[in-house]
């Protein structure tokens, strides 16, 4: 036995540097436009960052927050009904999506056939809807409230667009995550004589909680930057009161940003600067909290 290990081993062609490694002129001319790029594009996005900053840094101030915006005194307008409407219509958001995106996840996951033509049929469609444009979403969203008889311009319209938006996100992610869990746990589970719906509540589902709240919150944050899909709703651009309700009218920070980025006047452009530097903020801000929470479930020590 170990003669014909022997043989095999010396026989077998190791894959050598020279033919195969990292020092051929076409790998290293690639390795060299690869790093060239990342380098250009870490560039492009520092020098923006910077300029934004720089543009914005003068109206960082309290009555961005507090103030209502302005056509005719943009030293004095701030974002406060933008800021609010985001509150909501992000809340409705995940109220919508959440749940349904983690209950079809765990149904394809844990409890659909492989041979089902159903679970076939949902699976090739999450998969088509990860790649659709955020506009598709929005025409959906405002078809379908208008067939409720629900107002566009509303913040349950714009829930259920960008729930709609960040379903396939949530699906995925949940999917990965629950398919990360050790198939022993819910063998052992199952062993104990629990059933399959108790396994997932009891071990299942606590086992994939850091990779499902890390991608739940990712999803979040790019539903809280978008823009087009609202914009098509109807989603107000001058909003001078806090929204009050699901049913109440609504104005977002990237909608904001786009009315005061379209105006030529300095003054505006400042203001748009300030409150990119403030969703931006917004956006790291929830980043960091689905890392926190993916150490602290991943390390219970």
């Given at each position: 036995?170990?003669a014909?290990?022997?043989?095999?081993t010396?026989?077998s062609?190791?894959?050598?540097?020279?033919?195969?490694g990292?020092?051929?002129p076409?790998?290293?001319?690639?390795?060299?436009?690869?790093?060239?790029?990342?380098v250009?594009?870490?560039?492009?996005?520092?020098?923006?960052?910077?300029?934004?900053f720089?543009?914005?840094?003068?109206?960082?101030?309290?009555?961005?927050?507090?103030?209502?915006?302005?056509?005719?005194?943009?030293?004095?307008?701030?974002?406060?009904?933008?800021?609010?409407?985001?509150a909501?219509?992000?809340?409705v958001?995940?109220?919508l999506?959440?749940?349904?995106?983690?209950?079809?996840?765990?149904?394809?996951?844990?409890?659909?056939?492989?041979?089902?033509?159903?679970?076939?049929?949902?699976?090739l469609n999450v998969?088509?809807l990860?790649?659709?444009?955020?506009?598709?979403?929005?025409?959906?969203?405002?078809?379908?409230?208008?067939?409720i008889?629900?107002?566009?311009?509303?913040?349950?319209?714009?829930?259920?667009a960008?729930?709609?938006?960040?379903?396939?996100?949530?699906i995925?992610?949940?999917?990965?995550?629950?398919?990360?869990?050790?198939?022993e746990?819910?063998?052992?589970?199952?062993?104990l004589?629990?059933?399959?719906m108790?396994?997932?509540?009891?071990?299942?589902l606590?086992?994939?909680v850091?990779?499902?709240?890390t991608?739940?919150?990712?999803?979040?944050?790019?539903?809280?930057g978008?823009?087009?899909?609202?914009?098509?709703?109807g989603g107000?651009?001058?909003?001078?009161?806090?929204?009050?309700?699901?049913?109440?009218?609504?104005?977002?920070m990237?909608?904001?940003?786009?009315?005061?980025?379209?105006?030529?006047?300095?003054s505006?452009?400042?203001?748009?600067?300030?409150?990119?530097i403030?969703l931006l903020?917004?956006?790291?801000?929830?980043?960091?909290?689905?890392?926190?929470?993916?150490?602290?479930?991943?390390n219970?020590?």
């Amino acid at each position: 036995m170990a003669a014909i290990t022997a043989e095999s081993t010396s026989g077998s062609r190791p894959l050598t540097t020279a033919a195969y490694g990292e020092k051929s002129p076409q790998s290293l001319v690639f390795l060299v436009l690869l790093w060239l790029s990342l380098v250009f594009g870490i560039l492009v996005l520092a020098v923006l960052l910077v300029t934004t900053f720089i543009e914005g840094r003068s109206r960082i101030d309290a009555q961005l927050f507090t103030n209502y915006t302005s056509q005719i005194a943009p030293e004095t307008a701030g974002a406060r009904a933008a800021i609010l409407g985001t509150a909501w219509v992000i809340g409705v958001t995940a109220l919508l999506a959440i749940p349904i995106g983690v209950a079809a996840a765990a149904y394809l996951e844990e409890f659909a056939s492989r041979k089902s033509r159903f679970a076939h049929l949902v699976e090739l469609n999450v998969q088509n809807l990860a790649a659709v444009p955020a506009i598709i979403y929005g025409m959906l969203a405002a078809a379908a409230v208008v067939a409720i008889g629900i107002p566009r311009n509303t913040v349950i319209a714009g829930g259920i667009a960008l729930a709609l938006l960040i379903l396939p996100v949530v699906i995925v992610s949940t999917r990965e995550a629950l398919r990360a869990v050790p198939q022993e746990i819910r063998q052992g589970s199952l062993a104990l004589g629990a059933s399959p719906m108790q396994t997932l509540q009891r071990q299942t589902l606590p086992a994939a909680v850091p990779g499902i709240a890390t991608g739940t919150i990712l999803a979040l944050s790019r539903a809280m930057g978008e823009a087009a899909p609202l914009l098509l709703l109807g989603g107000l651009v001058f909003v001078k009161f806090d929204p009050n309700g699901i049913l109440s009218g609504f104005t977002t920070m990237p909608i904001q940003i786009f009315d005061w980025a379209s105006r030529s006047q300095e003054s505006f452009q400042q203001l748009a600067a300030a409150a990119s530097i403030l969703l931006l903020v917004l956006v790291l801000a929830m980043n960091g909290v689905a890392i926190i929470i993916r150490n602290k479930y991943s390390n219970p020590r």
